[in-house]
């Protein structure tokens, strides 16, 4: 069966009303705003008053660089959640909501996979309870309220060749990485060049996730600088005053979504950042929630450790108030031999020197989480195809690379394919944590971010375009120096070439822009060739989806 197929059946007969989930971990109907039977928003008053509750355990999953052999960190994630329930632990688990990006295009969902799903699984990976478009509204209303500033007299003196906020959409959609607008006379506007991201990659969309309450949301909006002047003076959405315009539009985005795993484990799904672009974590509110709600909270960050993994420790944590007790990495035989050189097509077949040399990749990835000070666990997810042999090695690996390796088969039989996994973690959650910070934000830009390229990618030099050492100096000028960083970097390798797979080392990073986000409260790097605004493939998996006449979807993974 497909992973919708096992969704549907389940959905149709197994799943429990949202309130019985919420009633688990101690909310009451009054704690929930429904979303039909099967989805809830936690309000406001609930959110405030589990804040001055205690924190749980928490446990962040991680994983090595994605490939298309498949990682399933999501379907770990979940799976774990379950398992550790099946051993009578109070999970929850909080994830990030999918973007129709990755949906309609390549990558798939963010629901996991097999028996270890989020359910209604269309319904999360489709519209949700319309946190995105709310997302996509406020960015656009705020972009169309700047041109009309411009318009209507330019009070603030915004230079239109400097403007830095962008209009978006939550699909990939190349042909407006770089647009005109105004065109067509004195009463269409002022024309300008400009560019579109994917919802994700907004500033708004990494305030979301950061916020910690309505009151932090708005002051980080204020903070939001949407351009400079002609004499380049930072331009606010404060100074536009329109602030309290954009936070009414997220007033009940910034609420999490509270659904259940197949086998009824309470998730909370809140924000979705991608990880190669922005800083990949759910919001702190999700999480911060799950940690009230649990004795552990299970979290995920997107992509590799070297992007969402060390952007949750030096992001998100400080945010977040709460540092990981455990890091558990998924790596797969398929991926790793695939970054030993074996080809896709023929994954299947044995290849334990393949393997090894693959294994550079995992090595890498539980070394830099090793250096926070916080014990790691290696989650083998595994596939059909792998051989006694190679998943011998890889435990072996992974026990010389001083990190414990549990096998998982968590898609086939849900939570009790990781009951092994969870007992590693409960292990690992009875050993001291010493977290250490990768670097201190006092430090300035460039050596925060030869900190990152040197000892998380295991780079070398780093060189800086024109462009983006004015922007240092415009930052600095402005104070902003001492911001944390959010590299955006290919998610397929520790360098910025997307085709140097395994453990590459003594290379160049090449940062093309430094762009301030002041209410996300991070400088995002722009490195290589990343976008912000992703393509489609040429066989986008929207070609697989359909909807039948009385409402039934298909294609959707």
Same mark, same amino acid.
């Given at each position: 069966?497909?992973?919708?197929?096992?969704a549907?059946?389940?959905?149709a007969?197994?799943?429990?009303?949202?309130?019985?989930i919420?009633?688990?971990?101690?909310?009451?109907a009054d704690?929930?705003?429904?979303?039909?039977?099967s989805?809830?928003?936690?309000?406001?008053?609930?959110?405030k008053?589990l804040?001055?509750?205690?924190?749980?355990?928490?446990?962040?999953?991680?994983s090595i660089?994605?490939?298309?052999a498949?990682?399933?960190?999501?379907?770990v994630?979940?799976g774990?959640?379950?398992?550790l329930r099946?051993?009578?632990?109070?999970?929850?688990?909080a994830?990030?909501?999918?973007?129709?990006?990755?949906?309609?295009?390549?990558?798939?969902?963010a629901t996991g996979?097999?028996y270890?799903?989020?359910?209604?699984m269309?319904?999360?990976?489709?519209?949700?309870?319309?946190?995105m478009?709310?997302?996509?509204?406020?960015?656009?209303t705020?972009?169309?309220?700047?041109?009309?500033h411009?318009q209507q007299?330019?009070?603030?003196?915004?230079?239109?060749? #400097?403007i830095?906020?962008?209009?978006v959409?939550?699909?990939?959609?190349?042909?407006l990485?770089?647009?005109?607008i105004g065109?067509?006379g004195v009463?269409?506007?002022?024309?300008r060049?400009?560019?579109?991201?994917?919802?994700?990659?907004?500033?708004?969309? $990494?305030?979301?996730?950061?916020?910690?309450?309505l009151?932090?949301?708005?002051?980080r909006i204020?903070?939001?600088v949407?351009?400079?002047?002609?004499?380049?003076?930072?331009?606010?959405v404060?100074?536009?005053?329109?602030?309290?315009?954009?936070a009414m539009?997220?007033?009940?985005?910034?609420?999490p979504?509270?659904?259940q795993?197949?086998?009824?484990?309470?998730?909370?799904i809140?924000g979705?950042?991608?990880?190669n672009?922005?800083?990949?974590?759910?919001?702190?509110l999700?999480?911060?929630?799950a940690?009230?709600?649990?004795?552990?909270?299970?979290?995920?960050?997107?992509?590799g450790?070297d992007?969402?993994?060390e952007?949750f420790?030096?992001?998100t944590?400080?945010?977040?108030?709460?540092?990981?007790?455990v890091v558990?990495?998924?790596a797969?035989?398929?991926?790793?031999k695939?970054?030993?050189g074996?080809?896709?097509?023929?994954?299947?077949?044995?290849?334990?020197p393949?393997?090894q040399?693959g294994?550079?990749?995992l090595?890498r990835?539980?070394?830099?989480?090793?250096?926070?000070?916080?014990?790691?666990v290696? $989650?083998?997810?595994?596939?059909a195809t792998d051989?006694e042999?190679?998943?011998?090695?890889?435990?072996? !690996?992974?026990?010389a690379a001083g990190?414990t390796?549990? #096998?998982?088969?968590?898609?086939?039989?849900?939570?009790?394919?990781?009951?092994?996994?969870?007992d590693a973690?409960s292990?690992?959650?009875?050993?001291p944590?010493?977290?250490t910070?990768?670097?201190?934000?006092?430090?300035a830009p460039?050596?925060?971010?030869?900190?990152?390229?040197?000892?998380?990618?295991?780079?070398?030099?780093?060189?800086?375009?024109?462009k983006?050492?004015l922007?240092?100096?415009?930052?600095?000028?402005?104070?902003?120096d001492?911001?944390?960083?959010?590299m955006?970097?290919t998610?397929?390798?520790?360098?910025d070439?997307?085709?140097?797979l395994?453990?590459p080392s003594d290379?160049t990073?090449?940062?093309?822009?430094?762009?301030?986000? !002041?209410?996300?409260?991070?400088?995002?790097?722009?490195?290589?060739?990343v976008?912000?605004?992703?393509g489609?493939?040429?066989q986008p998996?929207a070609?697989?989806?359909?909807?039948?006449?009385?409402?039934?979807?298909?294609?959707?993974?």
């Amino acid at each position: 069966m497909s992973d919708i197929e096992i969704a549907q059946a389940n959905e149709a007969t197994e799943m429990k009303p949202i309130t019985e989930i919420g009633a688990m971990v101690g909310l009451s109907a009054d704690d929930l705003e429904l979303y039909g039977k099967s989805k809830a928003k936690l309000t406001l008053a609930a959110l405030k008053r589990l804040r001055q509750q205690p924190q749980g355990k928490l446990v962040l999953v991680t994983s090595i660089n994605p490939t298309p052999a498949g990682e399933g960190k999501s379907t770990v994630t979940i799976g774990l959640g379950d398992a550790l329930r099946l051993r009578g632990q109070n999970a929850v688990i909080a994830l990030r909501e999918p973007s129709l990006g990755p949906v309609m295009g390549m990558k798939g969902g963010a629901t996991g996979g097999g028996y270890a799903q989020v359910v209604p699984m269309e319904d999360i990976n489709l519209h949700f309870t319309g946190d995105m478009h709310a997302l996509t509204t406020a960015v656009d209303t705020l972009a169309a309220l700047i041109d009309n500033h411009l318009q209507q007299g330019n009070a603030l003196n915004i230079d239109p060749r #400097r403007i830095l906020w962008r209009r978006v959409l939550d699909i990939n959609d190349r042909a407006l990485r770089h647009v005109t607008i105004g065109l067509g006379g004195v009463t269409s506007g002022v024309p300008r060049e400009t560019e579109f991201d994917i919802t994700v990659a907004s500033e708004l969309m $990494a305030i979301l996730c950061l916020a910690e309450d309505l009151a932090d949301l708005k002051a980080r909006i204020a903070r939001i600088v949407i351009g400079y002047t002609y004499d380049r003076t930072p331009v606010t959405v404060a100074d536009l005053g329109v602030t309290g315009a954009i936070a009414m539009l997220l007033r009940d985005a910034i609420k999490p979504n509270l659904v259940q795993t197949l086998a009824h484990t309470p998730t909370l799904i809140h924000g979705g950042p991608f990880a190669n672009i922005a800083h990949g974590c759910n919001s702190i509110l999700a999480t911060r929630t799950a940690l009230a709600l649990g004795d552990i909270a299970i979290t995920e960050a997107g992509f590799g450790a070297d992007l969402g993994g060390e952007k949750f420790m030096d992001i998100t944590a400080p945010a977040l108030g709460k540092t990981p007790d455990v890091v558990v990495i998924v790596a797969t035989v398929r991926a790793l031999k695939y970054n030993g050189g074996q080809k896709l097509a023929t994954l299947t077949e044995e290849n334990r020197p393949a393997l090894q040399a693959g294994f550079g990749n995992l090595k890498r990835h539980i070394h830099n989480m090793k250096r926070y000070g916080v014990p790691v666990v290696v $989650a083998i997810n595994e596939f059909a195809t792998d051989t006694e042999a190679e998943l011998n090695d890889l435990i072996s !690996l992974c026990e010389a690379a001083g990190a414990t390796a549990v #096998r998982a088969n968590v898609w086939g039989e849900g939570g009790h394919g990781g009951l092994a996994l969870a007992d590693a973690v409960s292990t690992a959650l009875q050993q001291p944590a010493d977290f250490t910070p990768l670097y201190d934000n006092a430090a300035a830009p460039k050596a925060k971010i030869e900190t990152i390229v040197q000892q998380i990618y295991g780079g070398r030099d780093v060189v800086y375009d024109h462009k983006a050492e004015l922007a240092l100096k415009t930052i600095a000028k402005n104070g902003w120096d001492q911001l944390p960083i959010c590299m955006a970097k290919t998610q397929y390798s520790f360098s910025d070439d997307a085709k140097a797979l395994g453990a590459p080392s003594d290379f160049t990073i090449h940062v093309r822009d430094v762009v301030p986000r !002041l209410g996300a409260g991070f400088l995002v790097v722009m490195t290589g060739s990343v976008l912000t605004m992703p393509g489609l493939p040429k066989q986008p998996a929207a070609l697989n989806m359909d909807v039948s006449d009385d409402g039934v979807i298909s294609g959707l993974f």
